[in-house]
């Protein structure tokens, strides 16, 4: 039987909550539906069934100092909101990004939404929106798989939280860490490398005022592409299709044959549903020239370094003891390098059909609803690309602050003889 949502947050999901409060750049995932005709009844009784499962929880803070937030079940969920009219084609893309604005802090209430719209020349589309707290992309999949083929969801956290909960966590955590800290703080003194690491973790400002949102958006596209001819590219350059995405998502954002430094996350996930983010980040560097085949080294090698996180050797755990500015200091953004690569992978079986209406195909993205000029300026992500699969087909996801991503996507691809077709092409 599936276990329930751990009650307390972990250190990557309080990385994502510490965005809902303006440290960072707000990160929500979004998965995506293309399809047949969809009945709004069958699409009710999924959002009622997510309503009843893991997803629905608030997260509220703790009531003694140093314990973690925790998580409190009975959220009450979002209305279905359907579009008020059919929407073209072309405009999927850009209704994909509007509904996205919409806030999922779960903080405030639920921290998911679903949406949908008809499409002029038949069909629907539908959009989940999940705050990165909540759920990563691939737990999401899977509950939403779940509520789909009306499968058993596990349940929602524990309802009990007494006091004493709080201060058996708060104990747990600053005895735990305590130690640890010590033993990082004598090693800042032992090694020079440690004290120039804590040094050099980037400066940032915090703040709105004299901010506006951004007048000029990143741009974002969406493509689909033959899994067969993805694949056979992938094993021709001696690759895999993980490495192979690696390097085109590197030759989309490099500039000037510059190298390009790729944050990959690495998932930890051992079962279907459990902790919301079992992820950590790793790192690598690809250069001009780089094929599949040598991407695939690189990638093994950085799989089997230490995760992204807190810097110097302290204890990633003292992110949660500190306050929001102290840890944003220490860790600002674990995954933000030039690019951000994640490949979801397969999508799950459950999710191909809803109701009595099949996929044609399922996107899956990381979106920064409400960014501001300043966490536009400061984030240092050019590009982030996700790949999913379906049946046979391969979705690529791109999000990008420089211009020209669809001209640039369909170069580099077809360099690969691979060729795309992009969600908001006429049908």
């Known amino acids: 039987m599936s276990r329930p949502r751990a009650e307390r947050l972990s250190v990557v999901d309080e990385m994502f909550l ?12 979004q998965g995506l539906w293309r399809g047949g005709v969809v009945d709004p ?8 069934i997510l309503a009843r499962g893991p997803l629905s929880h608030t997260v509220v803070r703790p009531r003694v100092p140093g314990a973690r937030p925790r998580r409190r079940p009975g959220a009450a969920p979002w209305s279905v909101e359907w579009a008020a009219q059919p929407i073209a084609r072309e405009a999927i893309v850009d209704w994909a990004d509007d509904v996205a604005a919409r806030s999922v802090d779960p903080t405030a209430g639920a921290g998911w939404r679903i949406a949908a719209a008809r499409l002029h020349d038949g069909g629907t589309v539908v959009s989940l929106v999940c705050s990165h707290v909540i759920a ?21 956290p524990d309802a009990t939280h007494p006091v004493v909960d709080d201060l058996r966590d708060a104990t747990r955590m600053v005895t735990g860490v305590g130690g640890r800290t010590l033993r990082a703080v004598a090693g800042l003194i032992r090694h020079p490398s440690r004290r120039t690491e804590l040094r050099s973790a980037p400066v940032r400002t915090f703040g709105s005022s004299g901010y506006q949102k951004c007048a000029q958006v990143p741009e974002a596209l969406i493509v689909d592409v033959d899994g067969a001819q993805w694949d ?7 690759g895999t299709p993980n490495s192979l995405l690696v390097v085109v998502a590197a030759a989309i954002a490099r500039r000037d044959g510059a190298a390009v430094q790729v944050s990959v996350p690495v998932s930890r996930r051992t079962g279907a549903h459990g902790e919301s983010n079992a992820i950590d980040m790793t790192e ?8 599949p085949d040598v991407t695939r080294v690189l990638l093994r090698e950085a799989y089997l370094r230490p995760p992204m996180s807190s810097p110097a050797g302290f204890p990633p755990e003292l992110l949660q003891l500190v306050p929001d500015r102290v840890a944003y200091r220490l860790a600002p953004d674990p995954g933000e390098r030039d690019v951000l690569c994640s490949n979801i992978g397969a999508i799950p079986a459950g999710l ?4 009595g209406a099949s ?9 920064h609803p409400g960014i501001d000029s300043r966490q536009l300026a400061e984030s240092a992500n050019r590009l982030s690309v996700y790949l999913c699969r379906l049946g046979d087909r391969y979705t690529l996801s791109l999000v990008s602050k420089d211009l020209g991503l669809r001209e640039r996507t369909t170069a580099v691809l077809a360099a690969h003889g691979i060729t795309a077709h992009g969600w908001d092409d006429p049908a």
């Open 18 to 29: 510490r965005t809902h409060r303006g440290f960072g750049t707000p990160v929500v995932m």
């Open 232 to 238: 056979a590219e992938a094993a021709r350059a001696g």
């Open 284 to 291: 690598l560097t690809v250069r001009l020239g780089d094929t």
């Open 136 to 156: 990563d992309a691939q737990g999401l999949a899977a509950i939403l798989a779940a509520a789909m083929s009306d499968s058993a969801l596990p349940p929602p």
């Open 359 to 367: 996929a044609d195909a399922i996107a899956a993205r990381a979106v």
């Open 352 to 355: 191909a059909t809803l109701g």
């Open 41 to 48: 009844a069958d699409l009710a009784r999924v959002c009622d």
